[in-house]
């Protein structure tokens, strides 16, 4: 035994420690605040950070998570917490986090900071995710509508003015479409000229007419000939397939143009329905009634809540399928015994919260197996949150963020129950301007997203309420007849439908007093909105002109000659296989009368009957 | 420098006369094993735990260390291969999987094919390695010490600084 070697294992020993417990501390904050900033998009601040390796504890005093959208407030802050993880999935570089609690959660609180974080180039990530669409589809669809003006349609446009701002779109389309198919139908006019198949054509008619029938007197010599004559028939027979294969590239190219040319009339649609946006004539009906009463806010709030959703979804889908099984020549191959280290590099099985939202409601609940990668944990995201204040205000948050199968799978449900509504406007839109005297809310959530079929409800419910018109009626007709119409209501029931099942997300907003607004609007403003309605179509119409129509015959015309091009190399085809079948049928005839009398002077030779 | 120096004249010195066979020998097998496995895993550290504690001599064991792994480097495919035999044996299955169920003997990554293909052939080596370096420091110390002792690269080492500085420290040592 070496003791000084033993003396300079204790010091190693000892000072690894000391270096250990000194700087842990700090590298392991920094880190997290590093990866979690990046992740949210603005400061994450940890305060009083304390790992404990001997009892495997983290805990810290307060944490804040700056808002990406408002880094002078944060998204949520938390006080006290404590978890525990496991000791032995650290030696794998995982870490396996059994329970968390959080005390004192709190949401949109101020900061005394400003939480902006500079997000490296390296970490940005260029293409919008697909939930990241939806909302910017749905924040589209606000704008829309929040422009529409009902009650003071101008009638008098200046439609000059207008169409040199609008910037028609659909005549650059026409005309780009026009040019692809030209290009297209003049690679169908090279592909006809340049074509084998009619120098091969010439060949094999030239081959058949060679062989003279009449001239074969050996029955070797007919065989001889039949053996070209089969050479031949798969000669055309793939011809035949050459002709088919044009043939199936010629109808999926014009499949194709079928499509763009159906477009045509969308884009059209679309420049006119611009132009209606940009002279603010609205579309009276009940759905767009709807949407401008309700729809700002209800679908502002809702954008609001998929940011998290597309939060979620990015990083779990990054995460899926992070442990690769990888043979380098090198480093050898691990071989797997048994699933017992089968972690993912971050697993926190539990987390047990409580605070209280922004308008003071007690919230307690549960947020189970956020993990890298559900695959490996076998559990999907679970959260069911909840809580109620002293004046019976309550909010329940649940859902289940599932990445297990194929296509990832978000459910999200949240309703907030039992909030006043006194003093308030229940709708930005000029139509119904008048606060609340009486009354409470509900509003009630429910997404579903699978890959990237997305169908969620939002419902709004406005109980027990009353409006306040003020002392005098109003002396604007459509608003007298609006106050008239909603002075009976005491409930207002809207539901607003994000889906895209069925194609390009639909937006759809209906309430129950949609009708009520549609007949105060049609019996005053609906001629003067028709009026203008009929100036901008027509102006719209004559700007692109005729141009669908000469689009149309000038494809209508370049199809069919293409058309009876290909039809003539199929008859040629068809015309060939005809004379080689023909062909062969001859040498056979031939070879048999050849063989036969071969066989009857052979017979009479010998005096042998065959 | 001057540690690898140190180490060089020390081990010039120890095949000389100072070491026993057994210490240097130890050390080489010692050496040896780290060499040829892969450096970064927990039971050469157990084996540089018992360099430092055991009476070998660090000087062989940094010398085999070095020829070693230039060995490995070459022979690692073969430990692959190897490996891969040991852990797909039937009958060595149960064990496989015992072990790997057991987070101790889980952390050395013996289900790994160039950790237990390299660390068997080394302990195996060792076998004929350990008789065979002592007759190899006896037939040195016989036949060629004097000769290399003799050579430019030996004559500078003494020549040197270092060297003189690392006589007198050892002398005061005792």
């Known amino acids: ?610 | 420098m001057f540690l690898i120096l140190k180490y060089v004249a020390k081990l010039l010195k120890a095949l000389s006369s100072e070491a026993s066979p057994n210490q240097l020998a130890g050390g080489f097998i010692l050496g040896m094993i780290i060499g040829l496995t892969p450096v970064l895993s927990v039971h050469n550290l157990i084996i540089l735990i018992l360099i430092i504690i055991l009476k070998v001599n660090i000087g062989m064991a940094i010398l085999a260390f070095l020829i070693f792994s230039g060995i490995a480097y070459l022979a690692d495919p073969l430990f692959h291969s190897f490996g891969i035999w040991i852990l797909e044996n039937d009958g060595l299955q149960d064990t496989w999987t015992s072990m790997y169920n057991n987070e101790l003997w889980a952390i050395t990554r013996f289900y790994n094919t160039v950790v237990i293909g390299s660390f068997i052939s080394a302990l195996v080596l060792c076998v004929p390695m350990f008789p065979l370096t002592k007759v190899g420091v006896v037939q040195y110390r016989k036949h060629i010490h004097e000769k290399v002792m003799k050579t430019k690269f030996a004559k500078a080492l003494k020549g040197t600084k270092l060297y003189s500085v690392y006589q007198t420290v050892a002398r005061v040592r005792g």
């Open chain 1, 1 to 610: 035994m070496r003791i000084k070697g033993l003396i300079f294992l204790a010091i190693i020993t000892a000072l690894g420690f000391l270096i250990s417990w000194i700087s842990i501390d700090p590298i392991v904050e920094s880190e997290i605040e590093y990866q979690a900033s990046i992740a949210n998009g603005a400061l994450v601040e940890i305060d009083g950070f304390d790992i404990d390796l001997i009892d495997l504890k983290i805990r810290w005093d307060r944490l804040q998570v700056a808002n990406p959208e408002n880094t002078m407030s944060n998204s949520f802050e938390t006080g006290e917490m404590e978890l525990d993880f496991l000791f032995w999935p650290t030696w794998w570089e995982r870490v396996i986090v059994e329970d968390i609690i959080f005390k004192d959660f709190k949401m949109d609180t101020e900061r005394e900071t400003d939480g902006y974080f500079e997000i490296p180039e390296d970490e940005k990530n260029a293409e919008p995710s697909f939930v990241a669409q939806v909302i910017g589809d749905v924040t589209s669809e606000i704008s829309r509508n929040a422009n529409m003006e009902f009650t003071n349609i101008k009638t008098n446009i200046n439609v000059d003015s207008l169409m040199s701002k609008l910037n028609l779109q659909a005549p650059d389309k026409i005309d780009s479409l026009r040019n692809g198919l030209s290009r297209n139908y003049q690679k169908w006019d090279s592909t006809f000229a340049n074509t084998k198949i009619n120098k091969e054509i010439a060949d094999i008619e030239k081959t058949i007419n060679a062989i003279d029938v009449k001239k074969i007197k050996d029955p070797k010599k007919a065989i001889e000939a039949i053996k070209n004559v089969q050479k031949l028939v798969k000669q055309v027979d793939s011809l035949k397939t050459r002709a088919q294969n044009l043939k199936n590239d010629f109808q999926e190219d014009f499949g194709d143009s079928k499509f763009s040319v159906g477009r045509i009339d969308n884009w059209i649609q679309a420049d006119f329905q611009r132009a209606m946006n940009m002279a603010k004539l609205p579309t009276i009906d009940p759905g767009n009634i709807a949407q401008s009463l309700f729809g700002e806010n209800l679908l502002a709030d809702y954008s609001g809540y998929l940011e998290y959703v597309a939060i979620a979804r990015k990083y779990g889908g990054r995460l899926v399928g992070e442990d690769k099984d990888k043979i380098e020549r090198y480093e050898g191959k691990d071989y797997k015994f048994s699933d017992k280290y089968d972690w993912p590099k971050l697993w926190i099985q539990n987390i047990d919260l409580s605070g209280e939202t922004k308008t003071a409601i007690q919230l307690a609940g549960q947020i189970t197996n956020i993990s890298s990668d559900q695959k490996k944990t076998k559990e999907p995201i679970r959260f069911d949150l909840g809580g109620k204040d002293d004046s019976n205000r309550s909010m329940t948050l649940t859902g289940e963020f599932n990445y297990l199968g194929n296509e990832p799978r978000e459910t999200i449900n949240f309703t907030y129950d039992g909030f006043g509504l006194k003093g308030t406007k229940i709708s930005p839109s000029e139509l119904l301007p008048y606060p609340l005297k009486t009354g409470t809310g509900e509003v009630s959530a429910t997404v579903s997203i699978i890959d990237k079929r997305f169908d969620s409800e939002i419902g709004y419910k406005a109980k027990g309420i009353a409006f306040d018109f003020g002392q005098n009626p109003s002396k604007d007709r459509i608003q007298q007849l609006i106050r008239d119409a909603v002075s009976s209501t005491d409930q207002i029931n809207v539901t607003a439908l994000v889906d895209n099942l069925d194609g390009p997300l639909k937006v759809k907003v209906r309430s129950n007093v949609d009708d009520l607004f549609v007949n105060a609007l049609k019996s005053t403003v609906s001629k003067e909105v028709d009026r203008a309605r009929q100036k901008i179509e027509s102006r719209v119409r004559s700007e692109i002109g005729n141009r669908k129509e000469q689009l149309l015959a000038f494809k209508n015309e370049k199809e069919a000659e293409i058309r009876k091009e290909y039809e003539r190399l199929e008859n040629r085809v068809n015309e060939e296989i005809k004379k080689v079948e023909e062909k062969k049928e001859e040498l056979e005839k031939k070879k048999k009368e050849l063989e036969d009398s071969l066989k009857n002077n052979i017979k009479d030779r010998i005096g042998i009957d065959w």
